[in-house]
């Protein structure tokens, strides 16, 4: 990171400039690929995939199989590549190729992996996961009403992909080559039996990449957040993942380490904030003194110390209940860091804007596009309500089981 990505924070704006001022926009960046070969080369490549993944998907030892770390020995590293909000890709490391990564290795045929798992652990694609709808809250993922259909086909039967997605992260970038879209295959099932999730290339007839979704106005080109529309999209019924009707069990196991990684990051971020907000601090003078001895400032630093360091030994408990007894008895940590993160890397990074004056809100420093990038992470993986209402429902049922853990009130008389 000290060596090859910082030095470079600004080459890589300077070339998205020069992409846009030559209409593409939407083109990869030099830099990434060449730094992209360096990581390679070292070995730094696909740290992320779980040493279980790449034995299930039959890659561990090979020189994209990853590295074979926890989820706990892997998340201090999403914390140094969180310091950077794009340096994470250079490693092969970024969302959503890494949960699509994991889907695939977990839940997809000796086909799937073929086709589609190595080429993205290769870095040759790239792919975008499509859930979110425009037209339903989908905070409540049953609400989800794209359709998955089962239909004649060319050369057999064929699932059919009728609907709108948005949010879908990643289908900006022209090495997008495979989506997977959550949809509804049978709308008279079990509430939570009726999803499924479909393998679907992009290049499929049928697909409109509507517009780029801008977060408080920025496009994350050419990686990008696109409005996708699915009109009579017809692929194989073979793309299905794990079976039909089994589309929450995917987003349940897909989802869990993609929220460590998130929060990692996040902590990464907040921490570079709290540097950036002491050596303002320390070198500006205001009414007569530095601005480092107001006490609001030196409040402020201190909360932040305290914010930061907790997040982090939560989220590394989370990972650490992931990696020694499992996603599903994980839940409540992993819910609890997903609402705890994201919110304090916010109000960390807002401070260190405060600090700065209206340069913090300026290009000249990376605060206003981390704090945007941190806001968008209070909805992404689910928003914070749902994670709180989850948090209290399993709370409260420890004392639903057992109502002798509720003891009486204690009553006074006056």
Known sequence: MDEHIHPHESTYHEEQVANTAAGRRWTPLPLIEKLKDQARARGLWNLFLPRDSA???GVAGTDWGGAGLTNQEYAPLAEIMGRVPWASEVFNC??????NMETIARYGSTEHRSQWLRPLLEGKIRSAFAMTEPDVASSDATNIATRIERTPGKTGEDYVINGRKWWTS?????????YIVMGKTDPEAARHSQQSMVLVPTNTPGITVMRPLTVMGYDDAPHGHMEVDFKHVHVPVSNILLGEGRGFEI?????????????MRLIGQAERALEYMCKRASSRVAFGKPVAAQTVTQERIAEARCQIDMARLLTLKAAWMM?????????TEI???KVVAPSMACQVIDWAMQVHGGGGLSQDFPLAYSWAHARTLRFADGPDEVHRNAIAKWELGKYAANPRLVEPPITRGY
């Open 335 to 337: 819910a609890m860091i």
């Open 170 to 178: 990643g289908a900006g970038d022209p090495r997008c080559a495979i």
């Open 323 to 331: 990696d020694t007894v499992g996603n599903k008895v994980a839940q």
């Open 55 to 57: 034995e299930i998907a």
């Open 94 to 99: 970024s969302a959503p190729d890494t949960g």
């Open 251 to 263: 987003a349940q196991g897909r989802l869990g380490p993609g929220r460590i990684h998130h929060c």
